[in-house]
């Protein structure tokens, strides 16, 4: 199976390590995991801002690095959910047939890390190592447009060492929202500042999910305030393994 | 003194950020929300076939809205062999010409009117008041709002933003200068108030001439109409006066009696929560000395139509009012339905108003699209399946294409720009070149604090990471994918 990383935009300028977690956990499960290097962004920035237009040749770079691919995975629900919910409506507005048929057949084969690990691979332990009191934020995305369910959980009960608390009102949206977050900064702020406060209610050290905006906008939150918790990629703990091993 | 209007106001984001400094609206708020969202999700649980009864909702309507002009005909052919007499309005003022007509006609300077959103929409009680006839509102919650000269912030319970206090004394002051004052010894113990609102209602019921009201259904092929209340001020004005006013959307039909047995399950558990309704009243047209003898049923366009041209929008005409989205919306929960400048605020006002009002045309109207962080909670609880993420989306390329041609802001430039660096992985590439030299250059102070505009709408409130030293990108490069590095890419950084 040829698989490749979707290290999204976002991830590939601001955010390395949870890339190179991606790559150091999949090979650890033995899957030989490339980077084509073509690609960029999934293009939801656009869409969601109600710039389909400019989308399009977003679109298609994604299908034009992928396309040979029998599997790609990527460290983040939000922008799987884009390419499996937005790609198909950006390819039909622009027109262009071929496009759309490129997209259809590959979106059903692009996967968040936890649906990969779990549903493609089968693994829940991955052998990880991460002595910490962890919370869980279930991003929008993953939850209500992908559907990952108790992946992300079973996959940190199974970490070593890890000790997982609950959030509470997990499910309420942290407020981050795209451009939403500088659009009405006010409104995104109110929201993240509850999310903020459930996070150290929770009593936890790290607080973890599977996409980074989420956790940019709650862990800005939480350094301003100097909470001493810190945000984490869900790929970086799994990834995490005991010194020496 | 005229009532209260929604013209004019701010576009949401300046809206909104007044109504989060208001602490007690904040606190009333997320009681009331909380508390009912978590009613609303009990009773809906008990449902085993709630899937598939808001599968049978959406269905139903999107035959009737498929359909419409038959099922109208076929409503107004129903109204018409049972006694009523069917009006047709193009738009707001169409609909407050044919009341006021028909109030003229029976010399009368007041009505009583049943909760209605639609009245609202058309500002029909400022219409009225402008002919010189008092309207009055009869649901408390609207009677709340009414009296303290406010606005509607939610579509079931429009006085969420009060608390009890604010309603006694809003009571104590207001109800005599419209009619029977408030006992001076009122207390604002819930059943105290309500009492007051009843002595203060009665002598309208037992005077008024005319009444008017919404509809939740209009069953097309018997011609019958239903309202869904909670306090039996409803069934009083459909009942006591003789002349009864129906102010009813298009899209509010449903085909037959059959179909209504699917929203008289879906509306009550996902509004207030409740397993079945109160009050549920049906008329069809004149009964011969029994209620209303004089019955006039107004079809209402206002935008409708439009709505309905839209592939992506028709959807939101399966709306039956019932709020469930509002009680879920983290934003609504923070900033009220005042910030949304108009009688349908929440998520369902962020894609209706747009949509009935037009959009382009005026700032206020453009940013409701943009009112939402797009988490998914509302579509979630829809009872008609309304996927308002989708239309929202939509919406938003709508305002965009809109406003191609003008002057591009910001913004546009800003996503202009982003589609030719992200179109080109060469052209991201050399954007991170830059953002590697101010990683170096920031890496020591760990996190950026607040920054000058525009980046303080990130900053003002949240640290922004520094950039990396290297991206992805390059360690993949430098490295061949890791294989040539022991440290295996851990860029030295901890944390968002």
């Known amino acids: ?245 | 003194m005229s009532p209260a209007t929604f013209l004019g106001m701010p576009p949401f984001p300046v809206a909104a950020r007044e109504a989060l400094a208001n602490s007690q609206q904040r606190g009333n708020l997320r009681n009331a929300t909380h508390t009912i969202r978590a009613k609303r999700a009990g009773v809906v649980g008990e449902v085993e076939d709630w899937e598939q009864l808001r599968r049978a909702g959406a269905a139903i309507k999107d035959d009737v809205l498929g359909n419409l002009d038959g099922y109208l005909e076929q409503l107004e052919s129903s109204l018409t062999l049972a006694g009523a007499t069917v009006h047709w309005a193009r738009d707001a003022s169409e609909a407050n010409r044919i009341v006021i007509d028909i109030a003229r006609r029976h010399h009368v300077d007041e009505v009583v009117k049943v909760k209605s959103m639609v009245t609202g929409e058309i500002e029909l009680n400022a219409a009225l008041e402008a002919a010189g006839i008092s309207a009055w509102e009869t649901d408390l919650a609207e009677l709340i709002v009414q009296l303290g000269d406010d606005l509607p912030s939610h579509i079931l319970v429009p006085a969420i933003h009060r608390n009890r206090s604010e309603v006694r004394e809003i009571f104590l002051r207001e109800m005599g200068k419209v009619g029977k004052p408030a006992e001076v010894d009122l207390t604002d113990d819930p059943a105290d108030l309500a009492g007051a609102a009843r002595r203060h209602l009665r002598e309208k019921f037992l005077r008024a001439k005319v009444a008017v009201s919404g509809a939740n259904f209009a069953v097309a092929d018997t011609g019958t109409l239903v309202v869904v209340e909670s306090e039996g001020n409803g069934r009083m004005c459909l009942t006591l006066p003789e002349v009864l006013v129906s102010i009813v959307g298009i899209e509010k039909i449903v085909p037959t009696w059959t179909d209504l047995e699917v929203f008289l399950q879906l509306l009550p558990r996902s509004s207030t929560g409740e397993r079945m309704n109160p009050y549920t009243s049906t008329w069809t047209g004149v009964t011969p000395g029994d209620g209303p003898q004089e019955v006039h049923v107004v079809l209402l366009d206002n935008g409708r139509t439009s709505v309905l041209a839209d592939e992506v929008g028709r959807q939101a005409l399966r709306c039956i009012r019932c709020s469930a989205c509002l009680n879920v919306c983290p934003v609504y929960e923070r900033t009220g339905g005042r910030a949304y400048g108009s009688v349908y605020p929440g998520p369902i006002g962020a894609i209706l108003t747009p949509m009935l009002r037009g959009i382009g045309t005026d700032a206020a109207t453009d940013s409701l699209p943009y009112a939402s962080s797009l988490c998914g909670a509302c579509f979630e609880v829809c009872p008609v399946l309304i996927d308002i993420p989708e239309v929202l989306v939509h919406l938003r390329e709508k305002v965009v294409d809109a406003h191609r041609g003008r002057m591009p802001g910001t913004v546009a430039m800003a996503m202009t720009g982003a589609s030719w660096l992200l179109t080109n992985a060469r052209r991201l590439a050399a954007l991170q070149a830059v953002t590697g030299v101010s990683g170096r250059v920031l890496g020591r102070r760990g996190r950026i604090g607040p920054m000058p505009a525009p980046l303080n709408r990130w900053t003002d409130a949240r640290d922004a990471p520094t950039p990396p030293r290297e991206s992805f990108r390059g360690w993949w490069a430098r490295t061949d994918g890791g294989r040539g590095d022991r440290g295996a890419g851990r860029d030295g950084r901890e944390g968002r």
Do not use: W
Not at chain 1, 41 to 68: L, S
Not at chain 1, 108 to 119: A, Q
Not at chain 1, 154 to 164: D, I, N, P, Q, S
């Open chain 1, 1 to 245: 199976m040829k698989v490749a990383v979707f290290v999204t935009c976002l991830n590939d300028t601001m955010f390395p390590g949870t890339g190179t977690a991606v790559v150091r956990l999949l090979r650890r499960l033995g899957v030989d995991v490339e980077f084509p290097t073509g690609q960029t962004c999934c293009g939801q920035m656009h869409v969601n801002t109600g710039y389909v237009a400019e989308a399009v040749p977003i679109v298609r770079t994604f299908v034009d690095a992928f396309a040979g691919y029998d599997a790609v995975v990527a460290p983040s629900g939000s922008c799987v959910a884009s390419v499996r919910h937005q790609h198909q409506l950006v390819a039909h507005r622009s027109g262009d047939t071929r496009l759309a048929r490129e997209v259809a057949t590959l979106s059903p084969r692009v996967y968040e890390l936890s649906e990969f690990l779990v549903d493609v691979l089968g693994v829940v332990d991955v052998g990880a190592y991460f002595p910490h009191r962890v919370t869980l934020h279930p991003t929008c995305h993953s939850r209500r447009l992908l559907g990952v369910g108790d992946r992300p959980e079973r996959l940190l009960h199974a970490v070593r060492g890890l000790t997982l608390v609950d959030l509470p009102e997990a499910e309420e949206c942290c407020g981050f929202g795209g451009t939403f977050a500088l659009k009405n900064p006010d409104v995104s702020v109110a929201m993240g500042s509850d999310k903020a406060r459930h996070v150290r209610e929770a009593g936890a050290e790290v607080l973890v999910a599977g996409d980074n905006s989420c956790l940019m906008h709650i862990g800005g939150l939480l350094t301003r305030e100097r909470a001493g918790i810190r945000a984490m990629h869900l790929a970086e703990v799994l990834a995490s393994t005991e010194p020496g091993a």
